[in-house]
């Protein structure tokens, strides 16, 4: 992009581009997409939610997308009436222009552009709890579709027990004031760890104690626990570029089995970490096609 300005930009001066720009909402579960979701009454109802690692904010919105490049980012989105914003941080204000609903946001800590998120839905309801620590009060909430409502209580428990286990693992608090998984209907990823706002397929955050295999149900928790150690290690402390990619997931996939033992006895996480972690990874390691864990990337194909 050149940016060609009228007059001379002024040295140790902080200057404002404001820049207007469109794009079209698509279905093709990147950058910032259209999906839906059937009720059993045979409604469809709407959800437009984003996607943006590695390489996909500059979908939505123009930016810099490099993880190490970080900024605060303060969102308004105008929408339906009868639709509900959600992003990384919580709501400042909710008023009518007369014809649509605005939305504001406070402004955000600094992070990485892939890790904004928001999303506007339709038909959605959630399960909420407020906990405290060390005089901390961090509301948390799993978003879910109405009909699912009951479906939510297994995840925000395990949020609960994770969130407290990190907090006192690490020894630096969770630094927002509010923490939502939200189930989205189309979606790539089995989650995205979106700081304040994660988002879930369905089937990785959806609990059922009628319907829900006993394996899916430590799958939905390892998969909360995984996305909640991003909180710290990824979000608060990023990689600089996407080589290191390979530590923010490792580091975070062994974290989620610490805090499984914790929460979970019953599911042995740690015992059976070489069987389920250690032993695939020698497997994949052993192939002929296999690559070094860093690995050069120039392009975001890579």
């Not at 209907?185 to 989650?191: E, H, I, L, N, S």
């Not at 070489?274 to 020698?282: F, H, S, V, W």
């Amino acid at each position: 992009v050149y940016v060609e300005f009228d007059k001379s930009l002024v040295a140790n001066t902080n200057h404002t581009l404001h820049v207007e720009f469109e794009a079209q909402l698509h279905r093709d579960l990147v950058g910032f997409y259209l999906s839906s979701y059937t009720t059993n009454r045979n409604e469809t109802k709407l959800v437009a939610a984003t996607q943006f690692e590695p390489t996909s904010a500059r979908k939505a919105f123009p930016c810099f997308d490099e993880p190490a490049l970080k900024a605060t980012f303060k969102l308004t989105m105008w929408h339906d009436p009868e639709l509900v914003a959600y992003a990384n941080m919580d709501v400042s204000s909710d008023r009518s222009d007369g014809r649509l609903r605005v939305t504001d946001f406070h402004t955000s800590l600094r992070m990485s552009t892939y890790l904004v998120a928001f999303v506007v839905c339709d038909g959605y309801t959630y399960n909420s709890k407020n906990i405290k620590h060390n005089g901390q009060i961090v509301q948390l909430r799993v978003l879910v579709p109405r009909e699912q409502a009951m479906q939510g209580n297994f995840a925000l428990d395990v949020m609960e027990k994770s969130l407290m286990f990190y907090n006192k693992f690490f020894n630096i608090f969770y630094p927002m004031d509010k923490l939502h998984l939200i189930a989205i209907p189309d979606f790539g990823p089995g989650a995205m760890e979106n700081w304040g706002l994660i988002t879930f397929r369905m089937s990785s955050l959806l609990y059922d104690e009628a319907l829900t295999p006993v394996k899916s149900k430590e799958r939905i928790a390892s998969t909360v626990a995984h996305e909640l150690a991003h909180q710290w290690f990824g979000n608060l402390v990023t990689m600089e570029w996407w080589d290191d990619l390979w530590l923010n997931e490792g580091f975070a996939t062994f974290l989620e089995n610490v805090a499984l033992d914790h929460i979970g006895k019953e599911w042995e996480a740690m015992a059976t970490f070489p069987c389920t972690t250690t032993q695939p990874a020698l497997d994949l390691d052993a192939l002929q096609a296999s690559h070094p864990i860093s690995a050069n990337v120039h392009d975001p194909a890579d």
